[in-house]
T-cell receptor, first 114, second 111 residues
């Protein structure tokens, strides 16, 4: 199993550009979520999904869109990038309640918005 | 929504000493409390977790305690080693499988 994978590893955007951060997991996990981590700070929840076709907002959803058309994939879209979105983005997944609540994190995407 | 506060923000100990990090949470519906270790440039790694129906859990040198009444939980690391140096995060989950994190504690173990 590859676990949770994220692409790209690093991206530079100009203000106003759009992009999609990819996240995939091969563990058949129902739950997936996106977090951002600013320098010297904890992780903050952006959006999360409890299954294919179901998504909900976290603490800091503004400026981001998500969709969950398959169990495996949970892409995060920045519609119009802003310098305030410069951060490290982590995707995570966890299995069904009976399989434990451990969240497995991807390696992260480092985003710089100029 | 849930709010998690974590203290201290930095902690320096001598090798072999114990380290304690404390967190409080606000939402009584939270029922799962993991602790993560993050090394520079790496992803968070789960080191121990506890559910709300358990008061204490131990794994070798690491232990976590939970006080549901007071809404606080703590991480205890005994016999610290230089490789324990990292940033530690507590978190809470109300069951939606999406975590609210504390702000982190930078632990420095001096050889």
């Amino acid at each position: 199993n590859a676990g949770v994978t994220q692409t790209p590893k690093f991206q530079v955007l100009k203000t106003g550009q759009s992009m999609t951060l990819q996240c995939a997991q091969d563990m058949n996990h129902e739950y997936m979520s996106w977090y951002r981590q600013d320098p010297g700070m904890g992780l903050r929840l952006i959006h999360y999904s409890v299954g294919a076709g179901i998504t909900d907002q976290g603490e800091v959803p503004n400026g981001y869109n998500v969709s969950r058309s398959t169990t495996e994939d949970f892409p995060l879209r920045l519609l119009s990038a802003a310098p305030s979105q410069t951060s490290v983005y982590f995707c995570a997944s966890s299995g069904h309640r009976d399989r434990g609540e451990t969240q497995y994190f991807g390696p992260g995407t480092r985003l710089l918005v100029l | 929504g849930e709010n998690v506060e974590q203290h201290p923000s930095t902690l320096s100990v001598q090798e072999g000493d114990s380290a304690v990090i404390k967190c409080t949470y606000s939402d009584s519906a939270s029922n799962y409390f993991p602790w993560y270790k993050q090394e520079l440039g790496k992803r968070p790694q789960l080191i121990i977790d506890i559910r709300s129906n358990v008061g204490e859990k131990k794994d070798q040198r690491i232990a976590v305690t939970l006080n549901k009444t007071a809404k606080h939980f703590s991480l205890h690391i005994t016999e610290t080693q230089p490789e324990d140096s990292a940033v530690y995060f507590c978190a809470a989950d109300t069951g939606r499988r999406a975590l609210t994190f504390g702000s982190g504690t930078r632990l420095q173990v001096q050889p």
